[in-house]
């Protein structure tokens, strides 16, 4: 603020109590914002007995009587404990096998459509053919359309594919539900490439799937990584796709799934509900912490999604 | 030189090089490469559906299967094209390159849009005709109404508005604030954003975890209002009040969102601007009224439309909360229940159809901003 010089005296102090305010306004509201977070973290490390006797928050307060472990993990994970039985059949959490499943789901959901978009957001850029304007307003027209509208028809087209309960399935329905947003980001990104930059390619002869796999793609790496983080952490974080695509059964269940199963199954048991809850947000918030910048540019170019 | 060899070396091959070479050959192998690639994919596919070995290997393999099945079918459909007459394949190849994409939307958005309506007028198991009725349930039974109800005041405008309002107020603070003090802030706030609804749920059913009064809470709300020397309360069974305490949720995820948004937004505004308006001796309100407000105004927009379009479909936190119970239904778990709980699939398309109703209004709005910004695509 280069104006403040200006300021009379009495004007600069009022601004900076008006400034000190600010600061003290915004640690009220980020320490607000991250007590949940970290209330759940450090029940997740307490052992089973203090969570259920005293508040967390009595860690804090009283730091000299707190106890740690790591065996809500260790028991979430299915790891085994020193000293104890390890559990089987049904009152295992689980959380390890739901791990991989959730990568085996949220991977390809996140490869794939990010491939076709890609290979369509380049069509419609760049190759000339009939219907091509009305074919990318049926992709924007498909933005917001709530995926709530195909659950009863394509649940009815898996029963008879036998395609319920698959990851198949699964990632059909996560690249159905992403591919206008994709299509869209990628198209925005695609179309603004210069022309100049393949025309050389071109007169050599080069076809389109040349171009395309040996130049576009490489130059197109910000916009696909952007829309990567986008669509992992949707798909991570999906409750619904997975509850009705990929069903009930244990083997192939998803942390969201799982978590979902705990909270009714273990209810009270809260060493075991934080631990488990931590266990699948981890993956997500390295993602955000690590390539928090791409994720951003995604959020930015992908407002008004379905 | 090297290509003068290797037409030297043809006849060597012998009869299958010759072969080949011809058109028959040609179309032959166009027919025998995709019919390869086909099976080893569903081969691979039945193994993965009914194979024992460990998790983790099924996932890798599974892995690779999907991606590199994709890439497999793009390569093969290019390579088929290739095969035929310049003037067809000038004419095909945009279709290996739009033609997935538009084949999937199709099957998953635009095709179910036309099903589900079809669906909506059939009965549970879509076998007899039933007229209207499934709109009439979704219309006047209760738990719909109740729906009406949560997802229009509640989460529409209690939750919509304090997103947005938070994240404009956040937005505003912070730029006054020094740049890393500003960028912990804005990482902190937003980091919930990237947790799933049944996390945060798991995060928060703990804050409003309910003992009786004169007990130990565990429930950091409780504990609070204990301390202060007030009865504890069962938050999720307050009704209708309870329906505010899961919004809070979702406004802890979303916040992080719009403020984010809007703080970019902020940021763009030219800074002659605010230093013009400081010299004419506005004061920071008034600043903020007569020149932020109108610059973001757009950017506004924007984010409560996204945020209502997420609040209609509020799901995860609903069903892992509440389940809907106590009061707190919201049209999309209607829908989910009646899908698996009901097994009807006429209300289910019914509740589909409201929903996609519910958010045409935007949907012509994207169309008609896209068909204002594209003047050049043709």
Known sequence: ?306 | MRPNREIDRLPEIGGIGVFLSTTFGRLLVSLFVPAVTFIVLYQVFIFLRDTQIPQWMTAIIAILWGVGGVLALFTLSNYLIEQLSPAWRRRLIPFVFVGPALAILTWYLVLPTIRSFIASLYDARGINFVGLDNYIYAFTSQEMLQSYRNNFIFWMIFGTGMSVGFGLLIAVLVDRTHPVFETICKALIFMPMVISGVGASVIWKFIYEYRPTGSTQIGLLNGIITALGFESQGWLLLQPWNNLFLVIIMVWLQTGYSMVIISAAIKGIPSDLLEAGRIDGANEFQIFRNIILPSIQGTLITVTTTIILFTLKIFDIVQSMTGGNFGTQVIANVQFVQLFRQVHNGRAAAIAIILLLAVLPVMYYNLRQFGKQTEAFR
């Open chain 1, 1 to 306: 603020m280069t104006t403040t010089t200006l300021a009379t005296p009495r004007r600069r102090r009022r601004f900076r109590f008006g400034t000190f305010m600010v600061y003290v306004v915004m640690i009220i509201i980020t320490l607000f914002w991250i007590t949940p977070t970290v209330g759940l973290l450090v029940s997740s490390f307490r052992p089973a007995d203090d969570v259920k006797t005293s508040g967390w928050w009595t860690v804090v307060i009283n730091p000299d009587k707190a106890r740690f472990t790591l065996d809500n993990y260790r028991t979430v994970l299915g790891l085994p404990i020193p000293g104890r039985s390890s559990p089987t059949g049904s009152s295992r959490v689980g959380m390890d096998v739901a791990l991989i499943n959730t990568l085996t789901v949220a991977l390809p959901s996140t490869i794939i459509p990010i491939l076709i978009a890609a290979f369509a957001a380049y069509g419609f850029a760049w190759i000339d053919f009939p219907g091509r304007r009305a074919l990318f307003i049926l992709v924007v027209a498909m933005l917001v359309v709530p995926l709530q509208i195909s659950l009863v028809p394509i649940l009815r087209d898996y029963v008879a594919l036998q395609l319920g309960g698959t990851y198949l399935g699964v990632w059909l329905a996560h690249t159905g539900f992403g591919l206008p947003l994709a299509v869209y980001l990628l198209y925005n990104y695609i179309s603004t490439i210069p022309r100049d930059l393949f025309e050389s390619a071109f007169l050599d002869g080069a076809t389109h799937f040349t171009i395309f796999t040996r130049l576009i793609l490489p130059l197109s790496t910000p916009a696909l990584a952007s829309f990567a983080i986008f669509q992992f952490l949707w798909t991570w974080n999906d409750l619904l796709v997975a509850l009705v695509f990929l069903g009930a059964e244990p083997r192939v269940q998803v942390v969201t799934q799982r978590l979902l199963g705990l909270l009714g199954q273990f209810g009270q048991e809260w060493h075991l509900l934080t631990a488990g809850a931590f266990i699948s947000m981890i993956v997500p918030l390295i993602v955000f912490f690590s390539l928090q910048r791409f994720f951003v540019r995604g959020l930015m170019a992908g407002s008004v999604k379905g």
